[in-house]
């Protein structure tokens, strides 16, 4: 599946007062009206358990300047992964990230278990996009920028 190149997400939530969130490229829209999307995140996910526990979540795209969040973000470590990371909320509460190429900020409409991943589906209830920002790609287990096409 690295095969095939995608963006790159960070999935937030807060619980107990304090970001969490983890690094995501299993990402889709689901539905136009209601608008929906869906997130896929391991069962042993401590992210998946705080979801789970608050009953919301964010979803930022991440931007080319991102790359050393999206690697915090991935990394199994216990650490505050937002320790220097400016985040703002919506309408959930659910932390997301300003300077982001777009973020959703959503309540969770279900949860299903598929292989060794839970599908993740929320509904938007707050959506933003930036203008004129370059997201930040994951291809083959390398982060990359995007290159524009000549001609």
């Known amino acids: 599946m690295s095969g095939f190149p995608s963006g790159v997400t960070v999935v937030t939530t807060q619980i107990d007062g304090r970001a969490a969130g983890t690094a995501v490229n299993a990402f889709t829209s689901v539905s136009m009206s209601p608008s929906l999307l ?46 220097d990371v400016v985040l703002t909320s919506a309408v959930t509460g659910a932390p997301l990230l300003g300077d982001a190429v777009a973020w959703f900020d959503c309540e969770v409409e279900s949860v299903v278990a598929a292989g060794d991943h839970a599908i993740v589906t929320g509904r938007a209830l707050a959506a933003h996009a930036a203008e004129d920002v370059s997201p930040l790609l994951y291809h083959r287990g390398r982060l990359a920028p995007l290159q524009p096409i000549d001609g």
């Open 38 to 83: 869906l997130v896929c995140l391991a069962h042993d996910s401590r992210t998946l358990a705080d979801i789970r526990s608050s009953g919301v979540f964010g979803v930022n795209i991440l931007a080319q300047h991102h790359a050393d969040l999206a690697m915090r973000c991935a990394s199994k470590a216990e650490k505050d992964r937002f320790a």
